[in-house]
């Protein structure tokens, strides 16, 4: 398991999620295919299938699926500009988080996630 695996998995376990883990994009796609996942961190450099592809055949299993809600991705990256940000955002990754990222940031990319879901639900209803 890669450090950064480790270590957002830790931090998810102390703010009280549970986490798995891909060690590829491909996996990735096979996992949320046979798992009910609320929220994806996805890595953007990964082997065999990069982030943003995984992210788009994800959205594209979803869109052929008639899934109600989507699955939350959060993009997770070295390459933290601009661009980049628009790459992954254009994707349809939801939000971007740059690499190293603190206990701090992945929590305030949470609460953000979250409330936007809520606002979308209300919207919804």
């Known amino acids: 398991m ?14 009280g999620f549970s986490s798995d883990v891909a060690s590829n994009g491909q996996e990735a796609i096979e996992k949320h295919l046979s798992e009910n996942y609320d929220i994806i961190f996805m890595d953007c450099q990964m082997p ?16 052929v699926l008639n899934v109600y809600k ?18 992954c955002l254009n994707a349809g990754m939801n939000q971007f ?3 190293p990222f603190s206990y701090e940031q992945i929590e305030k990319v949470l609460q953000i996630v979250i409330e936007q879901t809520e606002k979308d639900l209300e919207r919804a209803a």
């Open 70 to 87: 989507p699955v939350l991705i959060i993009a997770l990256t070295a390459n933290a500009s601009v661009e980049d940000k628009n790459t």
């Open 2 to 15: 890669q450090i950064n695996q480790i270590i957002l998995s830790k931090t998810l376990q102390k703010i």
């Open 97 to 99: 988080l740059a690499k």
């Open 48 to 63: 065999i299938l990069d982030g943003i592809q995984a992210t788009k055949d994800i959205r594209y299993n979803e869109k």
